[in-house]
C-alpha cells in the first residue's frame, strides 16, 4: 500500500505551492505539473474511457528529487484534469524514487509498471544504485496499490530502468533500457505469462560505438509494416548539426515477430531536431492511432520558470505514421483542433526586403503557413515569434537559402536560453508549416511531419508579436492562418 501518510504531506505540499506558482511562463495548452518539478511522461494509457497521463514529478519542489508519479486525465486528448499523486517514493524497493515506467490496462485494472531506485552510497552517487522494475493497481484508476518487485536487473547491469510493457497474441512483452559491463546501452526484452512472472529473452538491440552508454525510456511497437524502436540515449557526441542536445530521442526501424530477433533496416534517427525534446513514449488512442508524448525539456539546460515555483512541461501529443518513403512522421494530434479560437488569415502575399509585423499575438497561438519555395530567392525569409515592440527578443524560424538549412533561432528568445538549430531544407516547392507557440515553447512541424523541431523561449510575455520577413531579395507566402489558442484546463 502507498503510505498514506506520505501521499498525505506531498499533497498537501502541492496544494500550498501551486498557490505560489506565477502565470507568465506557464503553459495554456501543454501538460504541466501543478507545481514542482516535472521530466518523463509516464504511463500513457487509455483505460475505462480516459486518457491516463502520468509523469515524473517532485512535488515538493521545483527541481528533481524523489520521483513521485504525478497524474492528469482526459476524456478527449484535449482537456486536462489534475488528479491526485499516483506514486509516492519510500518502499525497501522504491525508497528513493519511483522511476519512469508505463500503463497497462489489464482487463479493466490500470496498472502501473515502474522502476524502483535506491541509491546505495548516497544521493546522486550514479556509480552505486539499485533499480528494479515494481507493479502498482488501481480498481478505480486514481489509488493505487503497490505490489513491490516483479523482476530485477541481470547479473552485471546496475542501470536498469523504465520499462515498457504491452501485449500481443495473449502473451505480455516487456523492454527495459540497460547499461551494459562495457558502458554501451541497450534494450533489454522480456515477456510474461502474467504481469507478475517475467522471463529474460534477451537482449533486443544495443549501441555500437557511438549510440550511447545508456539507453533511456525504451519503446518498442509496429508502425506500418515496420517496427520501431524508440530510445533515448545519453552519451552520443555531436556531429555536424545533429546530436547537439545533451541527450538524444530517436529511433532505429526494423522488423520484428515474438521469439525472433530484431533485425535491423534503419540506423538511429533522431525524432525531433529542436533544443527541447526527451524521454517520449507512445501510448494507442481509443481508435487505434499511435501517439506520444515527450518531455519538452532536456536535462542540464537553464529553468527559468523554477523561480516561478514550476518546471517542466510536455510537447503535444503528436500522431506518429509512416511514410512511403518509409520514414516515421510526427504530426500534432488531430483532436487539438477543438483549441482553436477566433482565426487570421492573410491573402497569398510577396515580401521583399521587408519586414511586415501582423497585429495578431503569439502568447498562445497555432499558424499554418506555406512559403513558395521555388519562388522565392530572398537570402533568408521567414517569421518572428514572439517578438517585443523594442525587437530586444525575437525567435525566428527561417530558410537559409544559401546553406539550403531551416532554422529555429533562440538566441534573443529571453532568460537563460541561446543558440539555434537547424535542418537541411527539405525538398519541394512548397514549405508547409504548423507551429504552436505557448506561454514557454515553440514546436514547429515542417511539411506534415517530416521534421519537426521543437524549444523552449523565455521572452516577456507583455506585447509579443508576430512578423514575416524577407532579407535581400523575395520572399512568396502563399497562405496564411492564424488562431488564438484556447486552454486545456479548466477554467479556475
Ligand atoms: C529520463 C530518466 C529516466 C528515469 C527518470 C528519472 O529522463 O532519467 O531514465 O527513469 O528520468 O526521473
Known amino acids: 500500500m502507498i503510505k498514506n501518510q506520505t501521499l498525505h504531506d506531498a499533497s498537501q505540499a502541492q496544494r500550498l505551492l501551486e498557490k505560489q506558482r506565477k502565470a507568465r511562463f506557464y503553459p495554456a495548452f501543454h501538460l504541466a505539473p501543478p507545481t514542482g518539478w516535472m521530466n518523463d511522461p509516464n504511463g500513457l494509457a487509455y483505460c475505462d474511457g480516459r486518457y491516463h497521463v502520468f509523469y515524473q514529478h517532485h512535488p515538493y519542489d521545483e527541481h528533481w528529487g524523489p520521483m513521485h508519479w504525478g497524474h492528469m486525465t482526459s476524456h478527449d486528448l484535449v482537456h486536462w484534469q489534475h488528479q491526485p499523486i499516483a506514486l509516492v517514493p519510500g518502499d525497501a524497493f522504491d525508497r528513493d524514487g519511483c522511476f519512469s515506467g508505463c500503463a497497462v490496462n489489464d482487463n479493466g485494472v490500470l496498472t502501473l509498471i515502474y522502476t524502483g531506485h535506491v541509491w546505495l552510497q548516497g544521493v546522486g552517487n550514479d556509480g552505486a544504485i539499485r533499480q528494479v522494475q515494481c507493479i502498482a493497481t488501481s480498481e478505480d484508476g486514481l489509488h493505487f ?211 511586415r509585423r501582423l497585429g495578431i499575438s503569439a502568447l498562445q497561438a497555432e499558424i499554418h503557413m506555406t512559403w513558395d519555395i521555388q519562388k522565392s530567392q530572398a537570402e533568408r525569409f521567414g517569421i518572428e515569434i514572439a517578438v517585443s515592440d523594442d525587437r530586444r527578443y525575437v525567435t525566428r524560424f527561417y530558410v537559409d537559402t544559401q546553406s539550403r538549412r531551416l532554422v529555429l533561432d533562440r538566441s534573443q528568445s529571453g532568460l537563460g536560453v541561446g543558440g539555434y538549430r537547424s535542418v537541411t531544407l527539405p525538398d519541394g516547392d512548397t514549405l508547409d508549416l504548423r507551429i504552436f507557440i505557448d506561454r514557454s515553447s515553440v514546436e514547429v512541424f515542417v511539411n506534415q511531419g517530416e521534421t519537426c523541431l521543437t524549444s523552449r523561449i523565455y521572452p516577456p510575455t507583455e506585447g509579443r508579436g508576430i512578423a514575416l520577413y524577407a532579407e535581400n531579395g523575395e520572399a512568396y507566402c502563399q497562405t496564411f492562418t492564424h488562431w488564438q489558442m484556447a486552454s486545456i484546463y479548466p477554467e479556475p
Not at 551494459?180 to 560505438?209: C, I, M, P
Not at 506500418?224 to 533515448?232: A, E, H, N, P, Q
Not at 530484431?262 to 488512442?285: C, I, M, N, W
Not at 500522431?319 to 492573410?346: I, K, W
Open 145 to 355: 496499490t503497490k505490489h513491490g518487485v516483479i523482476v530485477t536487473p541481470p547479473d552485471g547491469i546496475m542501470h536498469f530502468r523504465d520499462p515498457k510493457v504491452w501485449k500481443q497474441n495473449g502473451r505480455w512483452f516487456m523492454v527495459v533500457g540497460a547499461r551494459d559491463a562495457n558502458d554501451r546501452g541497450q534494450v533489454l526484452l522480456y515477456s510474461g505469462t502474467s504481469l507478475f512472472q517475467w522471463r529474460l529473452e534477451g537482449v533486443l538491440a544495443k549501441a555500437d560505438r557511438w549510440l550511447g552508454y545508456m539507453w533511456e525510456c525504451p519503446d518498442f511497437f509496429p508502425l506500418g509494416d515496420k517496427y520501431l524502436l524508440m530510445f533515448s540515449p545519453q552519451g552520443m557526441t555531436p556531429e555536424g548539426y545533429r546530436y547537439r542536445n545533451r541527450f538524444q530521442s530517436g529511433y532505429i526501424l526494423g522488423r520484428w515477430q515474438p521469439d525472433h530477433p530484431f533485425t535491423l533496416e534503419q540506423h538511429f534517427q533522431e525524432l525531433d531536431s529542436g533544443h527541447d525534446f526527451y524521454a517520449p513514449q507512445s501510448f494507442v488512442t481509443a481508435d487505434g492511432r499511435r501517439l506520444l508524448f515527450g518531455w519538452m525539456d532536456m536535462w542540464e539546460s537553464e529553468r527559468p520558470t523554477q523561480a516561478d515555483g514550476w518546471a517542466g512541461c510536455l510537447t503535444l501529443p503528436r500522431e506518429l505514421s509512416l511514410d512511403a518513403q518509409g520514414r516515421v512522421r510526427m504530426m500534432p494530434a488531430r483532436e487539438l483542433q477543438a483549441l482553436r479560437r477566433e482565426a487570421h488569415t492573410l491573402p497569398a502575399f510577396s515580401l521583399k526586403n521587408q519586414r
